[in-house]
């Protein structure tokens, strides 16, 4: 059974950091590019980045790029986000996905 677990998220100030972490379990983590989502409240879901299997190639939306960074540990089944100078526009549920799966999320505030 595929499981993902997010964990990370909170309340932070604007221009604050965050890393969020996800835990993968039930499939070879090592061998599928995994992925970053987020949902605003009363939004759909917004896409925010992508990391092939190997780490080799990531790839990002422009509402975050140069601010966020993905990267994935393969020895520890875990991916990561990096978030740096946040805004208010990145509240949002945060969560992890692989082919159809996708975690219940975590949530990130950016509130003064």
């Known amino acids: 059974e595929v499981q993902l677990v997010e964990s990370g998220g909170g309340m932070v100030q604007p221009g604050g950091s965050l890393r969020l972490s996800c835990a993968a379990s039930?499939?070879?983590?090592?061998?599928?590019?995994m992925r970053w989502v987020r949902q605003a409240p009363g939004k759909g879901p917004e896409w925010v980045s992508t990391?092939?299997?190997?780490?080799?190639?990531?790839s990002y939306a422009d509402s975050v790029s140069g601010r966020f960074i993905i990267s994935r540990d393969n020895t520890k089944n875990t991916l990561y986000l990096q978030m740096n100078s946040l805004q208010y526009e990145d509240t949002a549920l945060y969560y992890c996905?692989?082919?159809?799966?996708r975690g219940q999320g975590t949530q990130v505030t950016v509130s003064s």
């Open positions: 996905a692989v082919g159809g799966w």
């Open positions: 039930g499939f070879t983590f090592s061998n599928y590019d």
């Open positions: 990391i092939k299997a190997s780490g080799g190639s990531r």
